[in-house]
Each structure stands twice: as C-alpha cells, then as structure tokens.
C-alpha cells in the first residue's frame, strides 16, 4: 500500500448504528487530519492530530469521535448520527503540523449514506 | 476567519485551450497555499504547493502563483487535454487549511 488509504470506501448506516471509519497512511508522516466534504460545500476540517496528540477540533459535535492510536492510523468512531452527517469524510497527512511546507495528501475516502 | 473563493465555478474550453483559474483569500497571513485536483466522487490529489515566501511553483504544464498581498493566486494550465477534466481546489492557511468551493473544469475533445 503507498500513500493514504481509507476504509471502507462506502458506508451505509442507521441512525442508530455505530460504525468506524479507518485512516492509514504510508509516507512517515507526524501529522493526520479527519475533513467533511458535503454537497455543494467546501472541505470543513474536522480534527487534527500531531504526534497523535489532538491539536484541533473544529467544533465537531460529539457524535464524532477521533482516535489516533499511533502515527500512522486515524480512526473516526461514529455514533447515532443525522442524515445531514452524510458527506464524503476524506483523511489526509502531512510531513509535519507547523511547517510553512506543510503539502497535506488525501486519501479516496469514505462516502457515508445515512438513513 | 479565512475565507477563500474561487471564480469561475465552472469552466469548459475546447482541447489546446489554456486555463487560468482563480483563488483569492480574505486573510494573508497564510503559511502556504495548495492546489488541489479532485475527480468525481475521489479524494484529493495535490498538484503544488506555493509557500509563503514564494512567488510561483510549476509543475509540467501546471503554474501556479501567489500574491499576498492582494490576497490571490493563479493555476495556469497550458495546452489543455481532455484528462484535466475535474474539480480544481485552492487550499490557503497552514496546517489550518481553508478550502474554496472549487472550479468545475470540462475541456471538450
């Protein structure tokens, strides 16, 4: 595997559901970040994690639930979740968090229905 | 907060056709600025990275430049192909990067 890989790749859940997104990433990166991309919206950050400490929550409701149990793996764990969650969740990496080179690459991502 | 858009939303040029597409920020006190490619229903692909001191980046047909002081940055694309057909990003901040809604591009065969 190279690069940033993501899964599952397509998701469907119930609103009662609880289910888990999984990030890895095969460049020695120190840096990982969960993103949400809806409809006819820009990218919103969700969280940020470097050295797997969190650094950044963006307001995310509780729902989502972030875990990085080591550098190279970021977990999304998601729980009784609103249809207006559903959206294109895409991970990304970066060499390093506080770099003015801080090139960020992304994986394919998870599209998440929920009914 | 940063606020970043991108003109035209949508774009469609014959094959050959150079593209130019727009970026600008509300806020210059940005580390970098990315460029993205995104194709239906895919993740992001970076095409370049400018950093705060620099000016321009190129990549192949791909040139990219930055202003901060007037709050904008360019992606020229020369001699299109009907393969850059997607969605183009701008991406401004640091490791806090503030997306626009994208560019649309359709080059016609």
């Known amino acids: 595997e190279t690069g940033v890989t993501q899964t599952p790749r397509h998701l469907v859940m119930g609103m009662t559901n609880k289910k888990s997104l999984k990030c890895e990433q095969h460049l020695g990166h120190n840096a990982m970040y969960w993103y949400k991309q809806s409809a006819k919206k820009p990218l919103e950050l969700m969280f940020v994690?470097?050295?797997?400490?969190?650094?950044e929550n963006n307001s995310v409701p509780s729902r989502f639930s972030p875990e990085c149990p080591n550098s190279s793996h970021l977990f999304l764990h998601l729980h009784t979740l609103q249809p207006e969650d559903s959206a294109l969740y895409l991970c990304?990496?970066?060499?390093?968090?506080?770099?003015?080179?801080?090139?960020?690459?992304f994986g394919p991502g998870t599209r998440l229905t929920v009914l | 907060k940063q606020e970043v858009t991108q003109i035209p939303a949508a774009l469609s040029v014959p094959e050959g056709e150079n593209l130019v597409l727009n970026c600008s920020f509300t806020d210059s006190a940005i580390y970098n600025l990315q460029w993205f490619r995104q194709d239906p229903g895919k993740g992001l692909t970076s095409l370049l990275l400018?950093?705060?001191?620099?000016r321009e980046q190129t990549s192949g047909r791909l040139n990219a430049s930055l202003d901060k002081s007037s709050g904008r940055s360019t992606l020229y694309i020369a001699a299109s192909q009907p393969g850059d057909s997607a969605t183009y990003l701008c991406a401004a901040g640091g490791y806090k990067l503030s997306f626009g809604a994208g560019t649309t591009v359709t080059v016609r065969a």
């Open positions: 990304a990496s970066s060499q390093e968090r506080a770099s003015s080179y801080n090139e960020q690459f």
């Open positions: 994690y470097s050295l797997e400490e969190r650094v």
């Open positions: 400018i950093q705060s001191s620099q």
